[in-house]
């Protein structure tokens, strides 16, 4: 059994509060309903890891783990894009700038068809989740990648 998160709301529209659940590891990537608040789970691990935490009609979300040496695949911003470090420091360089470090704590904001090298340069895991908005499926094509 793991720990998930329930989100609740009272009738009044009182601020949310949180509840722990046990429940399988089947449904731990599933988002819980309760109430008007959604809770997603993100996977809690040194290892490298990209995974989509919410795809709706206006925000894309994802949660990035890198080890100490590891790197991102190099891309191209598919929309505005923030990267919120929360673990370590990110190396990116964009376009052809040089690279700049940004450690925990920061919150660094990416034109949209920007080229993005992201690394861990640190000796400390990288952990950062990135927001997309508007959804990249609202953004026109981006330009390649060289």
Same mark, same amino acid.
């Given at each position: 059994?793991?720990?998930?998160?329930?989100?609740?709301?009272?009738?009044?529209?009182?601020?949310?509060?949180?509840?722990?659940?046990?429940?399988?590891?089947?449904?731990?990537?599933?988002?819980?309903?309760?109430?008007?608040?959604?809770?997603?789970?993100?996977?809690?691990?040194?290892?490298?890891?990209?995974?989509?935490?919410?795809?709706?009609?206006?925000?894309?979300?994802?949660?990035?783990?890198?080890?100490?040496?590891?790197?991102?695949?190099?891309? &191209? =911003?598919?929309?505005?894009?923030?990267?919120?470090?929360? $673990?370590?420091?990110? !190396?990116?360089? #964009? +376009?052809?700038?040089? /690279?700049?470090?940004?450690?925990?704590?920061?919150? &660094? =904001?990416?034109?949209?068809?920007?080229?993005?090298?992201? $690394?861990?340069?640190? !000796?400390?895991? #990288? +952990?950062?989740?990135? /927001?997309?908005?508007?959804?990249?499926?609202?953004?026109? =094509?981006?330009?390649?990648?060289?």
């Amino acid at each position: 059994m793991a720990s998930f998160v329930r989100v609740d709301n009272n009738i009044l529209g009182l601020p949310l509060t949180f509840f722990n659940y046990q429940i399988a590891n089947l449904v731990l990537n599933y988002p819980v309903v309760g109430g008007i608040g959604i809770a997603y789970k993100f996977t809690h691990t040194d290892d490298f890891i990209s995974e989509k935490m919410v795809d709706d009609e206006h925000v894309n979300i994802n949660h990035i783990v890198v080890a100490p040496g590891g790197s991102v695949p190099v891309h &191209v =911003a598919n929309s505005h894009v923030y990267q919120i470090v929360v $673990r370590g420091t990110i !190396s990116l360089r #964009l +376009e052809e700038e040089p /690279v700049a470090h940004y450690p925990t704590g920061s919150i &660094v =904001a990416i034109p949209f068809n920007t080229k993005m090298d992201i $690394r861990n340069e640190g !000796s400390e895991t #990288l +952990e950062f989740f990135v /927001v997309k908005a508007p959804n990249p499926r609202s953004m026109p =094509a981006t330009k390649k990648v060289q």
